[in-house]
């Protein structure tokens, strides 16, 4: 089992992060130099992935102009002898094999992967939620693979999350494998306090089977009357393996101000060219406040 295919669904409306996205995608939306989605192509170039589908829709083209090459400005960059500017405007490019959907109608996650059947063929593929950004030693993608060939399942990413937080994502019924491993037995999207049955949320990364696809075509819509991926995958591990792979790494939810204003610190205090700087002026901030 190798993967080497990945999707990443991108089709969300970004209300969260109003009035910044009411013109640019919230994928687009800069992390320090980058937009948030290239940090999530590069965890996934960095695990192995080949040919990355983006499912987006008709708000979204900024995107496509991104990963494509941009001749004028090179020329211009050229000109101008900007030599190491024409590397980085050349390598968002380089960076994979992207190809492009469009999810046509607004109707959630389970539906956007199941836009993606026929990039994915009959092999077993990435998912990586374009609004997660992690930060880890070993990419969270290679992860999830490592476990995936081992074993030749499904493999969903989580971590343990509060149960004041809990409802916001899903919760799983799991049991022990080895360390950082667990036999998924069921999952409930967006769980009432009554319904959590551990305290492990999937977070943003998928290893799936081609199997999810016949699930998803029949799928019934499910919370807040949309497909959900959960419910697809809750129904494929009742008939095929599907272990949990506890990652190893920090999360950041880029999908709201919070999340996005802590990655921002965060990368801003890693980037060689501003953290020293960066961390002078958190510091004479918090002084003088
Ligand atoms: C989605 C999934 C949910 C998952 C969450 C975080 O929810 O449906 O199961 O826990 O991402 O990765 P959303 O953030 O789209 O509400």
């Avoid at 948030?36 to 499912?55: K, R, T």
């Amino acid at each position: 089992m190798k993967i080497k295919k990945a999707v990443i669904p991108a089709a969300g409306l970004g209300t969260r992060m109003l009035p910044a996205t009411k013109t640019i995608p919230k994928e687009m939306l800069p992390v320090v130099d980058k937009p948030s989605i290239q940090y999530i192509i590069e965890e996934a170039v960095a695990s192995g992935i080949e040919d990355i589908l983006i499912v987006t829709n008709r708000a979204k083209s900024a995107m496509d102009d991104y990963f494509d090459y941009h001749p004028e400005l090179e020329e211009s960059l050229k000109r101008a002898g900007k030599v190491n500017e024409i590397e980085t405007v050349r390598r968002t490019a380089d960076l994979a094999n992207i190809f492009y959907v469009r999810q046509k109608e607004t109707k959630g996650l389970g539906h956007a992967i199941w836009r993606a059947k026929h990039f994915v063929g009959d092999e077993p593929f990435a998912v990586l939620l374009g609004d997660d950004i992690m930060v880890s030693e070993t990419p969270v993608m290679r992860q999830l693979i490592d476990l995936a060939e081992e074993y030749s399942c499904s493999v969903v990413g989580v971590q343990r999350v509060s149960r004041e937080v809990i409802g916001k994502y899903c919760t799983l019924g799991v049991k022990p494998v080895k360390e950082r491993c667990y036999d998924v037995t069921e999952l409930i999207e967006k769980p009432r306090p009554e319904q959590v049955i551990s305290d492990f949320a999937i977070l943003g990364r998928y290893v799936l089977t081609p199997a999810i696809f016949d699930v998803l075509e029949d799928l019934p819509a499910g919370y807040g009357g949309e497909i959900q991926l959960t419910d697809g995958l809750n129904a494929l591990c009742q008939n095929e393996r599907m272990l949990a792979c506890d990652f190893e790494g920090k999360r950041y939810d880029t999908g709201n101000l919070r999340g996005y204003m802590e990655v921002t610190i965060d990368m801003a205090l890693e980037h060689p060219e501003i953290k020293d700087w960066m961390k002078d002026f958190l510091r004479s901030k918090i002084e003088n406040s």
